[in-house]
Antibody
Framework: QVTLKESGPVLVKPTETLTLTCTVSGFSLSNARMGVSWIRQPPGKALEWLAHIFSNDEKSYSTSLKSRLTISKDTSKSQVVLTMTNMDPVDTATYYC????????????WGQGTLVTVSS | QSALTQPASVSGSPGQSITISCTGTSSDVGGYNYVSWYQQHPGKAPKLMIYEVSNRPSGVSNRFSGSKSGNTASLTISGLQAEDEADYYCSSYTSSSTIPYVFGTGTKVTVL
């Protein structure tokens, strides 16, 4: 059974750095076909793709946020970590991690999401 | 890269069929058969309903079907049920240099 679960702070202050962790099970981050994306959704708004990482450490970022994002993985812990610097209230959103597979362009399994509020 | 365009809301009575459109460009929806659809109930994570335009993952009801014509993809829900009331988002691969995936603006489906 494939599962993903996000964890991290629920509240961050403006200018702080956000660190989110996605812990996966039911598949291996060392599997050549597997990858994980981060996607966010501001309250009442649409989904926005942020970044992804594949097993070979191939990474891609949303160009509009690239300067603020870093994605990495710890295969031994089955974890993918996303950091976002210089947080702003407009970054308030539910952050999801989702599984992707090489050669496919959809997100087949999603975590439950974690709401992050940016406020002083 | 602009979001794909969806109607804000669509409604129907139980048992009816409804169709949600998702309009993009030749750089995304029109250029690739990589359109997917997600169902999201309030406070829940999105769930994959359709991938590669018209394929259903295992476990998804065959009341959900997808299609594409030109730059517009569509999701049809037949035999509408109360449990289908949710938000629906389309997504597509895009050849944009800024992001590889683009989502739609979202459609609220209401079962009357």
């Amino acid at each position: 059974q494939v599962t993903l679960k996000e964890s991290g702070p629920v509240l961050v202050k403006p200018t702080e750095t956000l660190t989110l962790t996605c812990t996966v099970s039911g598949f291996s981050l060392s599997n050549a076909r597997m990858g994980v994306s981060w996607i966010r959704q501001p309250p009442g708004k649409a989904l926005e793709w942020l970044a992804h990482i594949f097993s070979n450490d191939e990474k891609s970022y949303s160009t509009s946020l690239k300067s603020r994002l870093t994605i990495s993985k710890d295969t031994s812990k089955s974890q993918v970590v996303l950091t976002m610097t210089n947080m702003d209230p407009v970054d308030t959103a539910t952050y999801y991690c989702a599984r992707i597979r090489r050669g496919y362009f959809h997100f087949d399994y999603w975590g439950q999401g974690t709401l992050v509020t940016v406020s002083s | 890269q602009s979001a794909l365009t969806q109607p804000a809301s669509v409604s129907g009575s139980p048992g009816q069929s409804i169709t949600i459109s998702c309009t993009g460009t030749s750089s995304d929806v029109g250029g690739y058969n990589y359109v997917s659809w997600y169902q999201q109930h309030p406070g829940k994570a999105p769930k994959l309903m359709i991938y590669e335009v018209s394929n259903r993952p295992s476990g998804v009801s065959n009341r959900f079907s997808g299609s594409k014509s030109g730059n517009t993809a569509s999701l049809t829900i037949s035999g509408l049920q109360a449990e289908d009331e949710a938000d629906y988002y389309c997504s597509s691969y895009t050849s944009s240099s800024t992001i590889p995936y683009v989502f739609g603006t979202g459609t609220k489906v209401t079962v009357l």
